[in-house]
């Protein structure tokens, strides 16, 4: 059963920086997709980024803050946030998607306040 392992959340002023990390705890074949999404109290689960080979997708909300990238050696996917605001607090989650799998991390809980 392979595990994602999320890391690097936490409590952190408005402008401030934090880079979430996501490590799957063995190889995973056939990857279609590796992202991150966050849900926030009493919303949906959305789409933050996602990078596949080739091209890469960022929610508006988060462009030109946020930069996601993959270090397929290891099966690992990073998301550096910058700039952060109060409405990027969310429960961020890793998600690995391949041809026939939905890998889901636990959740880190990311908190933007003053």
């Known amino acids: 059963q392979v595990q994602l392992v999320e890391s690097g959340g936490g409590l952190v002023q408005p402008g401030g920086s934090l880079r979430l990390s996501c490590a799957a705890s063995?190889?995973?074949?056939?990857?279609?997709?590796m992202g991150w999404y966050r849900q926030a109290p009493g919303k949906e689960r959305e789409l933050v980024a996602d990078?596949?080979?080739?091209?890469?997708t960022y929610a508006d909300s988060v462009k030109g803050r946020f930069t996601i990238s993959r270090d397929n050696a290891k099966n690992t996917v990073y998301l550096q946030m910058n700039s952060l605001k109060p409405e990027d607090t969310a429960v961020y989650y890793c998600?690995?998607?391949?041809?026939?799998?939905?890998?889901w991390g636990q959740g880190t809980q990311v908190t933007v306040s003053s």
């Open positions: 990078t596949k080979v080739g091209s890469t």
């Open positions: 063995r190889m995973i074949f056939s990857i279609n997709a």
């Open positions: 998600n690995v998607h391949t041809f026939t799998t939905d890998y």
